[in-house]
């Protein structure tokens, strides 16, 4: 048996910083990241044998708990059947057309007409190719160039949605990394999250020239930040006021807040035009779609101008599992999901305020982060201005104890349907050792 040490020093001399995604080095968290060998339910298991209750679910795919039987099934059958075939099959079809089905509003007396955004569907591989190629689809659309995103918002790791903001809210970006050219994050426009007036004065300034605000749906890559009651919905309409378009990316909150992502559960009706989705839409293999009106859709290729092509997209063995996936995501599910990730947020809290630590534990739907600050955040800054420094000494002490956490404050956590009694009560236990753990933190 090795340890987790000698694996991490192992990896690194195969792997740049030992991972193939930064996160998962730990190294906001100052600790020693867990090379995992199985995971089950609501557990994951480290090299050394030790088990954890997992609030990471694979950053959202596993919500119906690790290796979900009826999944599992599914993708060995798919597997017996041919790894891929380059061409089309049945189930591409049935998932399609399950992900439009799910995404909609029923008419209601306050919205009395039943919505449907998604009307054709195109199945890629990752969520960074899916808002890649809504950007493309909204430029080929527009016949324009600049797309409008929020800082602090994560939409995968194109180049133009690697951007930081310029000094002024009308500014051309920044690039976010090394390796960006300054040309390509030039074509992104980075303003505060809920501010409205930002987004009208980007507009008044370059409305002509913007092809479409991307949003996270409700943004959880900087902890959980809700949208301002209506904000979805009004910059759906500023956008359109000028010609652009909005594009929902529901890579993370698609399926998982609720049947029809957050789409279904905003307070306020909007009209997004494209929307990406990931993470649960694959059931935990590699599978993201993009999906809208026939019209906007049906500008790719083969019908239309706009290019977008890959050698593994529908692939069937990441079919199955979204497919399994979103069929066992029904009503009990969602609930044992809301009511799992209420005790633990609630909990926490008790817990910090308890040892007296200054928090706030803000939601969405389902999806909770606590974040160390006297306020609840509303964009960015005030995300970055909260005391950080508590986190890795709660984050380790949550470990230590048999828990596995995101590692980073600027993470939701991820709660799934196999979160039972058992699971929830070790994650509650945990809590008031790893409040004491924050409170007794010093800033680095
Ligand atoms: C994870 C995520 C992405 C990127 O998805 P990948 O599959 O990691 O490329 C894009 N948008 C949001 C909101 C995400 O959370």
Known sequence: ?????????????????????????????????RFFVSASGPYVTDVEGREYVDLVGSWGP?????????????????????????????????????????????????????????????????GTEATMTAIRLARGATGRDLIVKFAGHYHGHSDGLLAEAG???????????????AAIAAQTLVIAY????????????????????????????????????G?????????HAHGALLILDEVLTGFRVGPAGWYGIDPVLFSPDLITFGKVVGGGLPLAAIGGS???????????????????????????????????LDAAAYARIDGAATTIADAAASALSEAGVTHVVQRSGSLFSIQFAAEAPTDY????????????????????QGVSLPPSVFEAWFVSAAHDDTAVSRIVEA?????????????D
């Open 1 to 33: 048996m090795t340890t987790n040490a000698q694996e991490f020093a192992r990896a690194r001399g195969a792997m740049p910083g030992g991972v193939n995604s930064p996160v998962r080095a730990f190294g906001s968290v100052h600790e020693t990241p």
């Open 62 to 126: 596993a919500i119906l708990g690790h290796a979900h039987p009826a999944v599992v099934k599914a993708v060995q059958d798919a597997a017996a059947h041919g790894l891929g075939f380059g061409a089309s099959t049945p189930g591409e079809t049935e998932l399609a057309e399950l992900i439009a089905a799910r995404v909609s509003r029923p008419s209601s007396v306050v919205e009395p007409v039943e919505t449907h955004p998604v009307e054709r569907v195109r199945l890629v591989s990752t």
């Open 167 to 181: 000094s002024g809210v009308a500014t051309l970006a920044m690039p976010g990394s090394a390796g960006v050219p």
């Open 194 to 229: 809920n501010d409205l007036d930002a987004v009208r004065e980007v507009f008044a300034a370059r409305g002509d020239d913007i092809a479409a605000v991307i949003v996270e749906a409700a943004p959880a890559n900087m902890g959980i930040v809700p949208p301002a009651h």
């Open 231 to 239: 904000f979805n919905a009004a910059l759906a309409e500023i956008a």
């Open 294 to 328: 026939a019209a906007l859709m049906e500008l790719l290729a083969p019908l239309g101008p706009v290019y977008q092509a890959g050698t593994l997209s529908g692939n069937p063995l990441a079919v199955a599992a979204g497919r399994t996936t979103l069929d066992h």
């Open 381 to 400: 800054d005030t995300v970055k201005a909260q005391e950080a420094f508590r986190y890795p000494p709660f984050f380790r002490a949550m470990l230590a």
């Open 431 to 443: 809590l008031p050792a790893a409040a004491r753990a924050a409170a007794e933190a010093t800033p």
